[in-house]
């Protein structure tokens, strides 16, 4: 969707002029360089011209094969514990201007379109879902060089984005948001450091059993693989998350932190296992022409549990019950310092002696 309000809120990539609609209504121009952006598939593509030598895996095809973007189902288990806690930090609400900073399928949008907050996703890939497409405001851009203008964003969201990024494109990053953001905004981040606290040998131990369990074919942990095959956690510790975000303008304003050892049970054996029983299920039931496509088998089986989540069945109520106990996690560990965590960085409101101080 592209409505006027994302109009006003975006620039160009490159000169960081306002952008003009064309009179054939089929593309953007900027006002400046008079470069024209492309509207046809629903977004507008505001990449830069001048490309950056870091490029995430998030480009690749092969990893969205198993077409987890596709659609959107309601939020269960961790996606459902971070959702949970972006409302809780972040209170998105009537009046608030939010950018999704590396929105994804755009599944959070999706997810919170009650608020009745406008909310815009920035993604550098175009694997979005055509739900999010229809009804929210999205952007292909790189967010070391956001294509939105300076101080029009009430709050922003980053969920899963930092860990991907080397230290030199986190602050890039940090920048980009803090310039977008007006004092006094908020962003809510979901991220880790590398540092863990002495929960996280639970996570390690439920970690090992789903080694094992995939060894003995009960599940397969090949996609999670890949998924994390591109994190260069550009954070040592927590003492380097507050000296990067001060550097970039931000003071952190409240902070949780996330050992997930019954999550880690919960996503990484048992819904593995359930997800590799359907794929096998989904598996014999495909055509036999031709070599067995695990991919194919993965998808269709991905697609059936999403439809059975979105029909509220059994299978829904049982995910939200296990999502449930994943909250224990948080009352147990949230105050342990380790890893994984959830941040509200806030942006000192003009005439704060943080912000005269820089
Ligand atoms: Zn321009």
Same mark, same amino acid.
């Given at each position: +969707?592209?409505?006027?309000? +994302?109009?006003?809120?975006? #620039?160009?990539?490159?000169?960081?002029?306002?952008?003009?609609?064309?009179?054939?209504?089929?593309?953007?121009?900027?006002?400046?360089?008079?470069?024209?952006?492309?509207?046809?598939?629903?977004?507008?593509? =505001?990449?830069?011209?001048?490309?950056?030598?870091?490029?995430?895996?998030?480009?690749?095809?092969?990893?969205?094969?198993?077409?987890?973007?596709?659609?959107?189902?309601? %939020?269960?288990?961790?996606?459902?514990?971070?959702?949970?806690?972006?409302?809780?930090?972040?209170?998105?609400? %009537?009046?608030?201007?939010?950018?999704?900073?590396?929105?994804?399928?755009?599944?959070?949008?999706?997810?919170?379109?009650?608020?009745?907050?406008?909310?815009?996703?920035?993604?550098?890939?175009?694997?979005?879902?055509?739900?999010?497409?229809?009804?929210?405001?999205?952007?292909?851009?790189? =967010?070391?060089?956001?294509?939105? #203008?300076?101080?029009?964003?009430?709050?922003?969201?980053?969920?899963?984005v930092m860990e991907h990024l080397s230290p030199q494109a986190l602050t890039d990053v940090l920048r980009e948001a803090n310039r977008v953001l007006a004092p006094g905004g908020t962003l809510f981040i979901y991220t880790h450091v590398r540092k863990n606290g002495w929960p996280a040998l639970g996570v390690r131990l439920v970690n090992r059993i789903a080694r094992v369990c995939e060894r003995v074919g009960l599940l397969d942990l090949r996609q999670e693989?890949?998924?994390?095959?591109?994190? =260069?956690?550009?954070?040592?510790?927590?003492?380097?998350?507050?000296?990067?975000?001060?550097?970039?303008?931000?003071?952190?304003?409240?902070?949780?932190?996330?050992?997930?050892?019954?999550?880690?049970? +919960?996503?990484?054996? =048992?819904?593995? +296992?359930?997800?590799?029983?359907?794929?096998?299920?989904?598996?014999?039931?495909?055509?036999?022409?031709?070599?067995?496509?695990?991919?194919?088998?993965?998808?269709?089986?991905?697609?059936?549990?999403?439809?059975?989540?979105?029909?509220?069945?059994?299978?829904?109520?049982?995910?939200?019950?296990?999502?449930?106990?994943? #909250?224990?996690?948080?009352?147990?560990?949230?105050?342990?310092?380790?890893?994984?965590?959830?941040?509200?960085?806030?942006?000192?409101?003009?005439?704060?002696? #943080?912000?005269?101080?820089?």
């Amino acid at each position: +969707m592209i409505t006027a309000a +994302m109009t006003q809120l975006v #620039q160009c990539p490159d000169c960081r002029s306002a952008l003009i609609r064309a009179t054939d209504d089929e593309a953007m121009t900027c006002g400046g360089c008079r470069r024209r952006f492309d509207t046809r598939h629903g977004y507008l593509d =505001l990449r830069p011209l001048a490309t950056f030598e870091e490029q995430t895996k998030y480009l690749d095809h092969e990893l969205h094969a198993d077409a987890r973007h596709e659609s959107i189902a309601p %939020p269960v288990l961790g996606s459902k514990i971070r959702n949970d806690m972006l409302r809780r930090f972040l209170r998105p609400g %009537p009046g608030d201007r939010i950018a999704d900073l590396g929105c994804g399928s755009g599944r959070a949008i999706v997810w919170n379109a009650g608020s009745g907050a406008a909310v815009l996703g920035v993604d550098i890939s175009p694997f979005f879902a055509q739900e999010a497409i229809d009804r929210a405001d999205l952007i292909l851009g790189d =967010l070391r060089r956001l294509p939105l #203008q300076s101080a029009v964003f009430t709050k922003a969201w980053s969920l899963d984005v930092m860990e991907h990024l080397s230290p030199q494109a986190l602050t890039d990053v940090l920048r980009e948001a803090n310039r977008v953001l007006a004092p006094g905004g908020t962003l809510f981040i979901y991220t880790h450091v590398r540092k863990n606290g002495w929960p996280a040998l639970g996570v390690r131990l439920v970690n090992r059993i789903a080694r094992v369990c995939e060894r003995v074919g009960l599940l397969d942990l090949r996609q999670e693989r890949l998924r994390k095959s591109d994190h =260069l956690n550009p954070l040592a510790d927590h003492d380097d998350l507050r000296q990067v975000a001060a550097a970039c303008g931000f003071e952190i304003a409240r902070i949780t932190y996330y050992s997930p050892v019954i999550g880690a049970f +919960m996503e990484n054996v =048992l819904a593995r +296992m359930a997800e590799h029983w359907l794929a096998r299920r989904a598996g014999r039931r495909l055509p036999a022409a031709g070599p067995t496509d695990d991919h194919a088998a993965v998808r269709a089986a991905r697609r059936a549990a999403q439809a059975r989540v979105r029909r509220g069945g059994a299978l829904y109520w049982g995910l939200r019950a296990a999502t449930a106990l994943m #909250q224990i996690d948080l009352w147990l560990f949230g105050r342990i310092p380790t890893g994984p965590f959830f941040a509200l960085l806030r942006k000192p409101a003009a005439g704060s002696p #943080q912000a005269t101080e820089r």
